[in-house]
């Protein structure tokens, strides 16, 4: 069977022809993956796109006009490449902040990933509310806070006030949610 019966056969949906033009211009298919780069896209994500790729440009081919198959295929996967990185790309589709691995443990290793970009005045702000985050919060409050800017865990702080962890924890929670607050009734 030449190429152009397995074109005509590919265009009505035979998936055994689909199938043998996507072998065939494979390594068009790796070619432009080496110059694109799209999203979570894996292997078999490029396989499937070839093979759409094949059968959308098998139904629109027309050998009237003077172009080989491979070159209008190229041209069409090239546009549904650029159309999956648009819209992986887009707006909508962005995650609100880094993906955090779920074997990470460390607390400081979370923030890290999850602090956003802060411009320099935004930081004089934040610094300037925690001056004034002290007035609001109760002595032991303020006392665990400091301490725990100072980079002590929760257990070393209930050991140096000879408290229960448990109230150090209550403590951070509240202090959190004060803190929070204070940001977005000052902003």
């Known amino acids: 069977m030449d190429e152009q019966q397995l074109i005509a056969l590919a265009a009505?949906?035979?998936s055994l022809s689909i199938q043998i033009l996507?072998?065939?211009y494979q390594p068009v298919v790796w070619r432009l993956r080496q110059h694109y780069y799209v999203p979570n896209f894996e292997t078999?994500?490029?396989c499937q796109e070839g093979r759409i790729a094949?059968?959308?440009a098998a139904q629109r081919y027309?050998?009237?006009q003077d172009c080989p198959f491979g070159a209008y295929f190229r041209a069409l996967l090239t546009?549904?490449?650029i159309d999956c990185i648009r819209r992986a790309q887009a707006q909508k589709r962005r995650p609100d902040g880094e993906r955090v691995p779920l074997d990470v443990?460390?607390?400081?290793?979370?923030g890290e990933l999850q602090a956003p970009t802060m411009s320099t005045l935004d930081i004089v702000h934040v610094r300037e509310q925690i001056r004034v985050f002290g007035l609001i919060c109760s002595t032991f409050e303020g006392a665990v806070f400091a301490d725990l800017l100072a980079g002590c865990s929760p257990e070393n702080i209930a050991a140096h006030y000879h408290v229960e962890v448990p109230q150090v924890i209550n403590a951070i929670d509240r202090c959190r949610k004060k803190l929070r607050a204070l940001l977005r009734s000052a902003s």
Do not use: F
């Open 105 to 110: 443990n460390d607390e400081q290793a979370v």
């Open 12 to 14: 009505t949906g035979d």
């Open 62 to 64: 027309q050998r009237a």
């Open 54 to 56: 094949v059968h959308r």
């Open 44 to 46: 078999d994500d490029w």
């Open 22 to 24: 996507a072998v065939q």
């Open 79 to 81: 546009h549904q490449i």
